[in-house]
């Protein structure tokens, strides 16, 4: 991967995502730690451990860590961002991208709160983003010209996959990507302990699970991989694969995933509207 570095990133926030965007950054050679700066709110020890463990440059001071920025990154709850924003607005320079990862707080808000600035991006990652396995979806500002999409790409697109969405899909993103990975940690645990209750160890069984999941997952993300099409071929008529497919259908697995996707949905949608009036 190349290496940004030209690029100089200041976080806001230095919490879950933050850090996983830090890994991630790190760990795909992307940056180098001296280019990411990350401040909090009062946390001080966090901001230890962060500079401690991964050599990035730290500090409770926000003129310190946005002055020269090249890409902002707004990591705070939705709830604090009515006050973070605020905060920084004054502290902005016109040409520094600003990337908001914060659920359901919407562009016009994002513009409105950092006093106008012209250049700001939404994205949504995942935590998987820390192993550059990530799935994003970036949509620009109204008006946000190429060139600082094109910045906000030089940084999402080395964490894993990124696609370009309108904002009125963010909600369907967060309910797909954003909180998918816990549906396929779900999935894991259960057949973990089944692994287990079949006399497999803890690690082999562990091992097992994650392997295949990964596995399934680059098969799917082959070009033209279509998941019926995979699953046909792995399932013999009468076979171990269409007794245990037999079970899960009886059980209604597939309508209730749909239910729990729209519900996320839903949620975000909800959460995002309470944003809105925070
Ligand atoms: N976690 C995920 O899987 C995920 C996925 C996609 C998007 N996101 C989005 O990422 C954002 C952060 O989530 P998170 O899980 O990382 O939350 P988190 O772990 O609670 O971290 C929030 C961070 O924001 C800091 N903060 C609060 N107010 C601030 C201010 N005024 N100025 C500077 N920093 C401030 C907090 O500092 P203190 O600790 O000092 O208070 C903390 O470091 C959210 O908006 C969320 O929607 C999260």
Same mark, same amino acid.
């Given at each position: ?6 690029? #100089?990133?200041? /976080? ?34 966090? /901001? ?9 440059? #730290? ?47 919407r562009l016009d808000a994002l513009r ?14 995942? #935590? ?43 909600? @369907? ?14 999935? @894991?645990?259960? &057949? ?49 694969? @269409?007794?245990?497919?037999? &079970? ?5 697995? &597939? ?17 995002? @509207? /309470?944003?809105?009036?925070?």
């Open positions: 991967m190349q290496r940004q570095d030209d690029l #100089t990133v200041a /976080l806001l926030g230095a919490g879950k995502m933050a850090e996983a965007l830090i890994s991630g950054w790190l760990v795909t050679g992307t940056l180098e730690p001296g280019r990411i700066r990350a401040c909090n709110r009062k946390d001080r020890e966090r /901001l230890r451990d962060l500079e401690c463990r991964y050599g990035i440059v #730290t500090t409770p001071d926000k003129a310190e860590v946005l002055d020269g920025a090249d890409v902002v990154i707004l990591a705070v709850k939705p709830a604090d961002a009515p006050v973070a924003m605020a905060e920084a607005a004054p502290l902005l320079d016109g040409r520094q991208v600003v990337v908001s990862v914060m659920a359901g707080v409105d709160g950092l006093g106008g600035h012209p250049l700001v991006v939404r994205a949504m990652p995942n #935590t998987s983003c820390s192993l550059g396995a990530g799935a994003t979806a970036l949509c620009p500002g109204r008006d946000v010209p190429a060139e600082a999409m094109e910045t906000a790409r030089r940084l999402f697109d080395p964490l894993g996959v990124t696609v370009d969405i309108t904002e009125d899909l963010f909600d @369907a993103v967060t309910a797909v990507s954003g909180s998918g990975p816990a549906y396929v940690y779900l999935l @894991a645990e259960a &057949v973990i302990e089944a692994a287990r209750s079949l006399g497999l160890t803890d690690e082999a069984a562990r091992l097992l699970t994650a392997q295949t999941i990964l596995g399934a997952g680059r098969m799917l993300l082959a070009e033209d991989a279509d998941p019926r099409e995979l699953r046909r071929r792995v399932t013999s008529p009468g076979g171990t694969t @269409a007794a245990a497919l037999a &079970v899960l259908e009886q059980a209604g697995v &597939v309508a209730r995933v749909h239910e729990a996707v729209r519900r996320a949905a839903a949620r975000s949608a909800e959460l995002a @509207a /309470l944003a809105a009036h925070s």
